[in-house]
């Protein structure tokens, strides 16, 4: 993977559904993989910095893994609600310069 | 504590004529990075920059582009004779001084029409 990719493109489900979605990343000079969430018309809004192989995080019903060695790391959202809609973004941080290398999103709506 | 700044929020030019965008990081960073969202495309690295030094520029277009983060003030990211092909959201993140793994936190955008 030269890239980074996330899966799907775009996400509809119902309010309270559960949901995951996949970010795959280059795994050569891995040093962090960052998750955004993205709601129209405001700034990217910092989820998650994740830098470990097996790392977890959560945050109230949102929550990340990461598999530095595949390259790849998912975001689960559980009990999904009106609000968590939005795109999520995530980066990989491939170089000790701070640059983060944006995947397309994935844009998730949730129908109450 | 007022988080990372941009001004304008929407700028409109001509062609051939100049674009300054400027950036505010949130209080206590020193770090200044710039990424741009073409249409219907996701967000571009573009430079990274410390206070009065440019760290990694791989992501900016060779000719008409420039950034800059003085020692007082904001960023700048100066778009010289833009072309149609400049119209995109820019935006600016901003982080602390202490390593590269840490959370950007990202201003409103700069949302750039050349007519």
Same mark, same amino acid.
């Given at each position: ?17 559960? $949901? ?9 000079? !891995? ?16 989820? !998650?910095?994740? $830098? ?6 959560? /945050?109230?019903?949102?929550?990340? $893994? ?35 290398? !944006? ?10 | ?12 030019? =001509? ?25 219907? %495309?996701?967000?571009? !690295?573009?430079?990274?920059?410390? /206070?009065?030094?440019?760290?990694? %520029? ?19 990211? =100066? ?37």
């Amino acid at each position: 993977i030269l890239n980074v990719e996330q899966s799907p493109q775009s996400l509809h489900v119902q309010e309270g559904d559960s $949901t995951n979605f996949t970010c795959s990343f280059p795994s050569s000079n !891995f040093y962090a993989l960052h998750w955004y969430r993205w709601e129209t018309a405001k700034s990217p809004e910092a989820l !998650f910095v994740m $830098t470990l192989n097996g790392d977890e995080k959560k /945050k109230g019903r949102i929550s990340a $893994t990461l598999n530095t060695k595949e390259g790849y790391s998912y975001l689960y959202i559980k009990g999904s609600q009106p609000e968590d809609s939005a795109t999520y973004l995530c980066a990989s941080g491939s170089s000790n310069t701070g640059k983060l290398i !944006f995947g397309q999103g994935t844009t998730l709506q949730v129908k109450p | 504590n007022a988080g990372v700044m941009q001004n304008p929020r929407h700028l409109v030019r =001509r062609r051939g004529q100049e674009a300054r965008l400027r950036c505010s990081p949130m209080k206590g960073h020193s770090h200044v990075y710039w990424y741009r969202q073409l249409p219907e %495309e996701g967000l571009k !690295f573009m430079v990274y920059l410390q /206070k009065e030094n440019i760290i990694d %520029e791989s992501g900016m277009p060779k000719e008409r582009f420039s950034a800059e983060f003085p020692k007082e003030g904001p960023s700048i990211l =100066r778009i010289q004779q833009v072309v149609r092909g400049d119209s995109a959201a820019y935006f600016c993140a901003s982080s602390p001084p202490w390593g590269n793994q840490v959370e950007q936190f990202f201003g409103p955008g700069t949302r750039l029409t050349v007519l």
